[in-house]
């Protein structure tokens, strides 16, 4: 199997179409509401939440044509029906997630943590998502408390490289030499210590 390629996607004001209307489709609706997609949801029953969520619902079964337009698909459906849809999305050369349906998807979600505008995702190849979460969770419990200070820190150091035009390579080390500034003498190890891994 290659190596899928990472990436975040920017949905604001862009068409998503959700097929499904459970829980888990619900859960999903809520991540894309605060993505500011424009939402379509394409399912027979939906939850009270999707129902009063104001997203464009059609209680219906699926329809080729309902992928359409849509910038991504999100597919929370029976395995026939995620199917049916990475069908024709393949066909239409849109991406689908095809949620806990690795055959069905070419495109995975993986566990997310965002805090101080920094925002970290797993992924297990669509086959462990459980794993996912634990790392996620795990990587959320060594993140710094004054992550927003080195996110701060980082921002002014980007305007001040583009002003300077410090090539990409020098960049690393001097924002590593701004965060251990951060600290006092007393604590500047430990800071030292987090940044390099340790």
Same mark, same amino acid.
């Given at each position: 199997m290659t190596d899928l390629f990472p990436v975040f996607l920017k949905l604001a004001g862009r068409s998503v179409l959700?097929?499904?209307?459970?829980?888990?489709?619900?859960?999903?609706?809520?991540?894309?509401?605060?993505?500011?997609a424009r939402i379509t949801v394409v399912a027979p029953r939906v939850t009270e939440e999707i129902a009063a969520s104001g997203a464009r619902v059609h209680?219906?079964?699926?329809?080729a044509a309902d992928l359409d337009g849509p910038?991504?698909?999100?597919?929370?459906?029976?395995?026939?029906?995620?199917?049916?849809?990475?069908?024709?999305?393949?066909?239409?050369?849109?991406?689908?997630?095809?949620?806990?349906?690795?055959?069905?998807a070419s495109a995975y979600l993986g566990g997310?943590?965002?805090?101080?505008?920094?925002?970290l995702a797993v992924s297990t190849d669509g086959?462990?998502? +459980? %794993?996912?979460? !634990?790392?996620?969770?795990?990587?959320? @419990?060594?993140?710094?408390?004054? /992550? $927003?200070?080195w996110m701060a820190t980082a921002r002014r150091a980007r305007r001040g490289w583009k002003t300077r035009r410090v090539p990409m390579p020098s960049r690393r080390?001097?924002?590593?030499? +701004? %965060?251990?500034? !951060?600290?006092?003498?007393?604590?500047? @190890?430990?800071?030292?210590?987090? /940044? $390099?891994g340790r």
């Open positions: 959700l097929v499904g209307g459970g829980t888990v489709a619900t859960a999903k609706l809520a991540a894309l509401q605060k993505a500011g209680r219906r079964r699926f329809r910038w991504l698909i999100i597919s929370a459906a029976t395995p026939a029906v995620n199917r049916q849809v990475a069908r024709a999305a393949e066909r239409r050369r849109v991406f689908v997630n095809a949620v806990d349906d690795p055959s069905n997310v943590l965002r805090r101080a505008g920094v925002t086959h462990a998502p +459980a %794993l996912a979460g !634990l790392l996620r969770e795990g990587l959320e @419990a060594v993140l710094p408390d004054d /992550l $927003n200070r080390p001097e924002l590593l030499e +701004a %965060l251990n500034r !951060l600290y006092g003498a007393a604590d500047r @190890a430990q800071g030292a210590g987090r /940044l $390099n």
